[in-house]
């Protein structure tokens, strides 16, 4: 994998934000992408396995988003 240079990373930012979007934008919602990927990543895997499910209940709890 190469490295960025400064006119590659320009050319992705303006292929992917078109004429719609901000730079920041852009780069908010391919970070949002990747975080739902993410989780649905981990869905699957605490959906198989007992423990995880309930060490992410109790971090829920913890953190006031589960009863």
Do not use: N, W
Request: charged share 35%; aromatic share 4%; hydrophobic share 40%.
């Amino acid at each position: 994998m190469g490295t960025f240079t400064d006119e590659p990373l320009e050319t992705a930012l303006r292929a992917l934000s078109g004429r719609t979007r901000s730079r920041s934008e852009t780069v908010r919602h391919a970070y949002k992408e990747m975080l739902v990927e993410q989780a649905a990543a981990d869905a699957v895997r605490l959906r198989d396995d007992a423990d995880d499910q309930a060490e992410m209940l109790a971090i829920q709890r913890f953190m006031g988003v589960s009863e």
